[in-house]
């Protein structure tokens, strides 16, 4: 199948761990996306990455760091968890030529919650 | 940057109803207006979209205008049906002369109740 896939699905953590999430797209798209959804739905992005090109949201603390080996995966990796990062992370990719946007496909998220 | 305005925040609809979901933008660099739903539990997925070029969009029971002008843009669903209830985002970027990571709405909760 044609798709985002992102994991885990689920990550229940203790305060001050480092987690990592995982994302794969194999639509051949050239640049993919992190996004935060906080508990009111809000869609905050926070890094894109487009032909080796890493564009950092700065409102993300710099314990967020993107990690991207090749075009079709873009992990995310945090370190020191606070209370404050639960929340649901999509990944999503997309096609972006220079001179037309197409829209985005989305993974179905990771919730993370830190306890 | 892109300030993108979406209302309402939650609407309410008996099944067979129309629904239209508003947005605003404010920069006139922006050229490329997604729409994605959102199900309970799910990633957004990709609806419908509309560029500068066109004024309206439509695709069976959905629909999108856009005012360039005004610099808004709303989503049009006809005869809702319960598997309509979900989130609604608007969207929008530009391709140059702006960013094009998309600007999110705040997102409309439609309810269709049977």
């Known amino acids: 199948d044609t798709a985002v896939s992102q994991t885990p699905k689920y990550l229940v953590t203790q305060m001050g761990n480092d987690k990592s999430i995982k994302c794969e797209q194999n639509?051949?798209?050239?640049?993919m996306y992190w996004y935060k959804q906080d508990s009111k739905k809000f869609l905050k992005i926070m890094f894109s990455?487009?032909?080796?090109?890493?564009?950092i949201n700065e409102t993300v603390p710099n314990r967020f760091s993107p990690k991207s080996p090749d075009k079709a995966h873009l992990n995310l990796h945090i370190n020191s968890l606070e209370l404050g990062d639960s929340a649901v992370y999509f990944c999503?990719?997309?096609?972006?030529?220079?001179?037309?946007?197409?829209?985005?496909?989305f993974g179905s998220g990771t919730r993370l919650t830190v306890v | 940057g892109e300030n993108v305005e979406q209302h309402p925040s939650t609407l309410s609809v008996q099944e067979g109803d129309s629904a239209v979901i508003k947005c605003t933008y404010s920069?006139?660099?922006?050229?490329?207006f997604p729409w994605y739903k959102q199900e309970l539990g799910k990633g957004p997925q990709l609806i419908i979209d509309?560029?500068?070029?066109?004024g309206e969009k439509k695709d069976q029971r959905i629909a999108v205008t856009l005012n360039k002008t005004a610099k808004h843009f709303s989503l049009h669903i006809t005869e809702t049906q319960p598997e309509d209830s979900a989130v609604y985002f608007c969207?929008?970027?530009?391709?140059?002369?702006?960013?094009?990571?998309?600007?999110f709405g705040r997102g409309t909760s439609l309810i269709v109740h049977p």
């Open positions: 639509l051949g798209h050239d640049t």
């Open positions: 990455y487009n032909n080796k090109e890493l564009i």
């Open positions: 920069d006139s660099a922006s050229n490329y």
């Open positions: 509309i560029r500068s070029n066109v």
């Open positions: 999503a990719s997309s096609q972006y030529t220079g001179t037309a946007n197409y829209g985005y496909t």
């Open positions: 969207a929008a970027s530009a391709a140059s002369g702006g960013s094009y990571i998309p600007t």
